[in-house]
């Protein structure tokens, strides 16, 4: 049983940063590969990066060079760093385990909002 906490949304202008922070409440957040996902009114929810137990990451095409995913096992955490904002970017970002269907996965939180004005 883990619960995972998202925060650090906002509203900024395009061009802007964000960073996002997720805190979960086991210790067997270390054993575990990580993701950010985000999702829009009217869409489904889409990975937008994942990191591995072992520091391992990758990105969704269009985020590439803009964002930064890193992770703290010490302290339960991991972070969404996201630069050069754009339009776009605005929807609800959720940290969740890197998994294959996540749009069959039934356990979310809330979320933290993102929003980029032009």
């Known amino acids: 049983q883990v619960q995972l906490v998202e925060s650090g949304g906002g509203l900024v202008q395009a061009g802007g940063s964000l960073r996002l922070s997720c805190v979960a409440s086991?210790?067997?957040?270390?054993?575990?590969?990580m993701g950010w996902y985000r999702q829009t009114p009217g869409k489904q929810r889409e990975l937008v990066a994942s990191?591995?137990?072992?520091?391992?990451?990758s990105y969704k095409d269009s985020v590439k060079g803009r964002f930064s995913i890193s992770r703290d096992n010490a302290k339960n955490t991991m972070y969404l760093h996201m630069n050069s904002l754009k339009p776009e970017d605005t929807a609800v970002y959720y940290c969740?385990?890197?998994?294959?269907?996540?749009?069959?996965?039934?356990?979310w939180g809330q979320g933290t909002q993102v929003t980029v004005s032009i």
């Open positions: 969740n385990f890197h998994m294959r269907y996540p749009e069959s996965y039934p356990s």
């Open positions: 086991g210790s067997i957040f270390r054993l575990n590969a």
């Open positions: 990191i591995t137990s072992g520091g391992t990451t």
